[in-house]
């Protein structure tokens, strides 16, 4: 019986270590990568109910009309009322400003931001934002209220997709974090 030769290949054992090396470091950069990366694929696809951000509406408005309905939710513990503006109802297109109502419910200052998402989310893509609060932290003084302003058109677009002509209601939602 012959004896195997288990010598390695020349360069065979730098090759691996670069590869055990090389693997680790790639899926560590992807990993902070992924954040960005899916923020950017969101805003583009208005995936998971992300809208957009306009300068102005420059298609138009349309006699279709849409109810907007907006919600606020705040994280638990925190001392923080957000009173969301009333349902609104224009025609598609329009470009109107609605007021969020915060009150800092403590003695200290609250600093608080805001995630945001429309349901359907299909919508997201054509609902978009001129103005917002949330695109800035917000900073509270003890037992303030402030007025927080959003200024938004849905976008003409919608009505050409057919899978979006029974919808009559959006709703844009916030949750408000501490920062």
């Known amino acids: 019986m012959a004896a195997i030769d288990h010598t390695p290949a020349p360069g065979g054992n730098k090759k691996t270590l670069l590869w055990l090396v090389g693997i ?5 950069g992807l990993s902070f990568a992924s954040v960005p990366l899916y923020d950017i694929f969101c ?10 951000v306009a300068e102005q509406n420059a298609k ?3 006699a279709r009309e849409m109810a907007v309905r907006f919600d606020a939710t705040v994280d ?9 503006a009333s349902v609104e109802t224009n025609a598609i297109g329009t470009i109107s400003t609605i007021t969020y109502r915060a009150t800092n419910l403590s003695d200290e200052p609250l600093r ?22 949330c695109f800035t932290e917000q900073v509270l003084a003890p037992n303030e209220t402030v007025e927080m302003p959003v200024t938004y058109f849905v976008d003409p677009d919608l009505d050409e997709n057919s899978e979006l002509r029974t919808i009559r ?3 844009l939602s916030y949750t408000f974090h501490d920062s």
């Not at 931001?113 to 934002?129: C, H, L, M, R």
């Open 76 to 84: 638990g513990g925190m001392p923080l009322r957000v009173e969301p």
């Open 43 to 52: 805003r583009v696809t208005g995936y998971g109910g992300t809208t957009q």
């Open 24 to 28: 680790p470091t790639v899926m560590l």
């Open 112 to 133: 608080t931001t805001a995630s945001f998402n429309v349901t359907p989310e299909s919508t997201g893509i054509y609902f978009n934002k001129i103005e917002c609060f």
């Open 60 to 62: 138009g408005v349309i």
């Open 169 to 171: 209601q959006i709703t």
